[in-house]
C-alpha cells in the first residue's frame, strides 16, 4: 500500500512540474490530462506449446490510466506529443499446462524447481510511472492519429499465481515425480524495473475541450531479464487503454 502510494505522488508532483514547463509556453503548446481503463496481459508470443488450454481471463478490475499531456503543433497537422501517466496493469489468468518449466514453493516449505503439468493461476498487478513521445497527426477536424515509444518504470511490482492438481518431474522432463497438490510461486521481485516499447493510438473531439481516446502500448522489452531461469519463455506486457482527456488549454 505503502509504494503505491509513493508512486502516486511522484507522479502528482511530476504533473505539477509538466504545468508549470507548459505554461512557460504556452504559445504553440497544448496541455491536457487524461483517464482511462488498462486492460490487457503479460504474454508470451507466440504462445508456448507448454499452455495447453486457458480456461478464465480476468482483467484488473481497478486498473487505471492517469496522465498528463503536453502537446506542441509544429504546423496544421502535425505535433509532437509528451506524456507522464500512471498506469495500473494486471490481469488473472487460469490455464492448464503440460511439462512447463518452472520454480514452486511446496506447502512443507520447499522449493523444487522442473516440469510441472497440472492447472495454474497467474495473478499479475504492475504500477507503472511511465513517459511517451509520440507524434501526432490531424486526420481530420475531429480525429487525431498518434505512435510512438514509452519508457517506464516498475514503482510496485505483483507477479504471483499457484500450482495444484497435478505433478512436478523434478529438474528435468524424465526425472522424479512429485506430486502437487497445491503448491505457489512467487516472482514479483525479480521483474525488469524498466519497460519499454511502442505506443499507438486514435483520439475523437467528442466536443468542446473532451476527447474520447484509445491507444495500444506494445512492450518490446521481456517482463523478465534474460538470467531469470524459473520461466521457459519470455512474456512482454500488451495493453489497450480506452478514457476520456480534457484539454485544459
Known amino acids: 500500500m505503502r509504494k503505491n502510494i509513493s508512486a502516486l505522488r511522484v507522479f502528482l508532483v511530476a504533473v505539477a512540474a509538466f504545468v508549470g514547463i507548459a505554461s512557460l509556453e504556452a504559445q504553440g ?17 507466440p504462445l508456448p506449446q507448454e499452455i495447453r488450454a486457458i480456461e478464465t481471463y480476468s482483467p484488473d478490475a481497478f486498473a487505471p490510466h492517469i496522465a498528463g499531456e503536453a502537446l506542441r503543433w509544429l504546423n ?13 496493469k494486471g490481469f488473472e489468468v487460469r490455464d492448464r499446462v503440460k511439462s512447463l ?7 512443507d516449505g520447499s522449493v523444487q524447481n522442473g516440469n510441472f503439468t497440472g492447472k495454474n493461476t497467474t495473478q499479475v498487478r504492475n504500477i507503472y510511472l511511465s513517459t511517451p513521445v509520440m507524434a501526432v497527426f490531424n486526420t481530420s477536424k475531429r480525429w487525431s492519429s498518434r505512435a510512438g515509444i514509452y519508457v517506464a518504470w516498475l514503482a510496485s ?18 526425472g ?10 512467487d516472482f514479483s521481485s525479480h521483474q525488469n524495473r524498466i519497460d519499454y516499447g511502442l505506443q499507438m493510438g486514435e483520439q475523437w473531439n467528442l466536443g468542446g475541450k473532451i476527447y474520447v481516446f484509445g491507444q495500444l502500448n506494445w512492450g518490446l522489452r521481456p517482463l523478465f531479464p534474460d538470467d531469470f531461469n ?20
Open 101 to 107: 518449466y518452472t520454480e514452486i514453493e511446496m506447502d
Open 230 to 249: 524459473a520461466m521457459s519463455f519470455r512474456m512482454r506486457n500488451v495493453y489497450g487503454t480506452v478514457g476520456l482527456s480534457y484539454m485544459i488549454f
Open 157 to 174: 511490482p505483483t507477479f504471483r499465481g499457484s500450482a495444484s492438481d497435478g505433478y512436478l518431474r523434478n529438474g528435468s522432463p524424465i
Open 176 to 185: 522424479e515425480k512429485i506430486e502437487v497438490p497445491n503448491a505457489t510461486f
Open 29 to 45: 503548446w497544448e496541455f491536457g490530462v487524461g483517464v482511462g481503463y488498462n486492460i490487457g496481459g503479460s504474454m508470451p508470443m
Open 76 to 88: 496544421d497537422k502535425w505535433g509532437v506529443a509528451v506524456q507522464i501517466a500512471y498506469d495500473v
